[in-house]
T-cell receptor
Framework: DVKVTQSSRYLVKRTGEKVFLECVQD?????MFWYRQDPGLGLRLIYFSYDVKMKEKGDIPEGYSVSREKKERFSLILESASTNQTSMYLC???????????FGQGTRLTVV | LAKTTQPISMDSYEGQEVNITCSHNNIATNDYITWYQQFPSQGPRFIIQGYKTKVTNEVASLFIPADRKSSTLSLPRVSLSDTAVYYC????????????FGAGTRLAVHP
């Protein structure tokens, strides 16, 4: 069974903290994605990686960075968490051909 | 990337066929059309993908006219469990695909 696993289901952090959201896939996919989803705004792409150490900005990269040191792992980093980064974060992986993407269960992050 | 337009919401009743149309006027030659389904508090799930004419799987059918400027996702005999948000995506299957989601269509199935 294909798997995209996000490290936490729920997370509460304080304003100004550095936050790491981890995502691991076991399908040997080249592409990995980080989205955030907010009510009324749908899924918005934060960052996209198409290979190890390669990344591209999505629609809303401000306040975020990413790391992909190994093919199976894609990390989203909030350098200094702010309350407007409270959201549901979704990781996904897909093959290079883009035939199908698989999503993790999501991390609901609350910044207080 | 081709922009997509879908209805914001739709209502249906159990046992009916539901057709959700997506408009993508600027679709490129290499673009494929992909539909995802999302339940509350879960990540989206792939439903179906096609390039032209008709594609059918165990869950849905996808109808794409010759000009490819629109597509229709057809869900036969919906049940309450089909209540979800449905997203239409258009992207190049040959290169790297950024998977940009639009607002989606919120389908509510009533008893």
């Amino acid at each position: 069974d294909v798997k995209v696993t996000q490290s936490s289901r729920y997370l509460v952090k304080r304003t100004g903290e550095k936050v790491f959201l981890e995502c691991v896939q076991d399908m040997d996919h080249e592409n990995m994605f980080w989205y955030r989803q907010d009510p009324g705004l749908g899924l918005r792409l934060i960052y996209f990686s198409y290979d190890v150490k390669m990344k591209e900005k999505g629609d809303i990269p401000e306040g975020y960075s990413v790391s992909r040191e190994k093919k199976e792992r894609f990390s989203l980093i909030l350098e200094s968490a702010s309350t407007n980064q409270t959201s549901m974060y979704l990781c996904a992986s897909g093959n290079r051909e883009g035939t199908e993407a698989f999503f993790g269960q999501g991390t609901r992050l609350t910044v207080v | 990337l081709a922009k997509t337009t879908q209805p914001i919401s739709m209502d249906s009743y159990e046992g009916q066929e539901v057709n959700i149309t997506c408009s993508h006027n600027n679709i490129a030659t290499n673009d494929y059309i992909t539909w995802y389904q999302q339940f509350p508090s879960q990540g989206p799930r792939f439903i179906i993908q096609g390039y032209k004419t008709k594609v059918t799987n165990e869950v849905a059918s996808l109808f794409i006219p010759a000009d490819r400027k629109s597509s229709t996702l057809s869900l036969p005999r919906v049940s309450l469990s089909d209540t979800a948000v449905y997203y239409c995506l258009v992207g190049d299957i040959g290169g790297y695909n950024k998977l940009i989601f639009g607002a989606g269509t919120r389908l509510a199935v009533h008893p």
